[in-house]
T-cell receptor, first 116, second 113 residues
Framework: AQKVTQAQTEISVVEKEDVTLDCVYE???????LFWYKQPPSGELVFLIR??????QNEISGRYSWNFQKSTSSFNFTITASQVVDSAVYFC?????????????FGAGTRLAVHP | KAGVTQTPRYLIKTRGQQVTLSCSPI?????VSWYQQTPGQGLQFLFE???????NKGNFPGRFSGRQFSNSRSEMNVSTLELGDSALYLC????????????FGSGTRLTVV
């Protein structure tokens, strides 16, 4: 069955530390999309990245980078030189072709606290 | 470009009542989906509409229903409210489906007392 696991419930770091948020997924589909979203205290889910199952290239966007490894079914997210503004809950999500791509399966989320 | 707009932002209802939540998608987006977020169950998919048709539905009781209008705006309704329905209800819109990514609104926080 499809599933997304974010084993880290909470992470606490000091500003400027690097931090990696783990995401492991399960799916029977060979075609799927993976997402990362950020949820600040305001509640809105902010889109960070979308990656399809055929593209295993790692991606970097400023201080953010993502490592997608199909062999281990993982899609990890690293924040380099963390800042207080990075404090939020981060969600990894899966969208499958068998689900018509119109349903997101979310992990439980990782709450990141960055302290000055 | 306006984002996804959800109204109202906050709502307090009494057990047994019914409630209607509204979502206006980004202009041009035809897919609207709804999610329930609670501390215990996390983010769970409720349903998704495209061109006024429900394409997918999550595992929620029949008290939860929705619809989409010809202008792509969507409403969800919860009848006979229970205390456990207290949650943040998030709406997301997309051009067609997840291939294009989803944009979420700020949500409606429903409290059932």
């Amino acid at each position: 069955a499809q599933k997304v696991t974010q084993a880290q419930t909470e992470i606490s770091v000091v500003e400027k530390e690097d931090v990696t948020l783990d995401c492991v997924y399960e799916t029977r589909d060979t075609t799927y999309y993976l997402f990362w979203y950020k949820q600040p205290p305001s509640g809105e889910l902010v889109f960070l990245i979308r990656r399809n199952s055929f593209d295993e290239q790692n991606e970097i966007s400023g201080r953010y980078s993502w490592n997608f490894q199909k062999s281990t079914s993982s899609f990890n997210f690293t924040i380099t030189a963390s800042q207080v503004v990075d404090s939020a809950v981060y969600f990894c999500a899966l969208s499958e072709v068998s689900g018509g791509y119109n349903k997101l399966i979310f992990g439980a989320g990782t709450r990141l606290a960055v302290h000055p | 470009k306006a984002g996804v707009t959800q109204t109202p932002r906050y709502l307090i209802k009494t057990r047994g009542q019914q409630v209607t939540l509204s979502c206006s998608p980004i202009s041009g987006h035809r897919s609207v989906s709804w999610y329930q977020q609670t501390p215990g169950q996390g983010l769970q998919f409720l349903f998704e509409y495209f061109s006024e048709t429900q394409r997918n539905k999550g595992n929620f009781p029949g008290r939860f229903s929705g619809r989409q209008f010809s202008n792509s705006r969507s409403e969800m309704n919860v009848s006979t409210l229970e205390l456990g329905d207290s949650a943040l209800y998030l709406c997301a819109s997309s051009l067609v489906d997840g291939v294009y990514g989803y944009t979420f609104g700020s949500g409606t926080r429903l409290t059932v007392v």
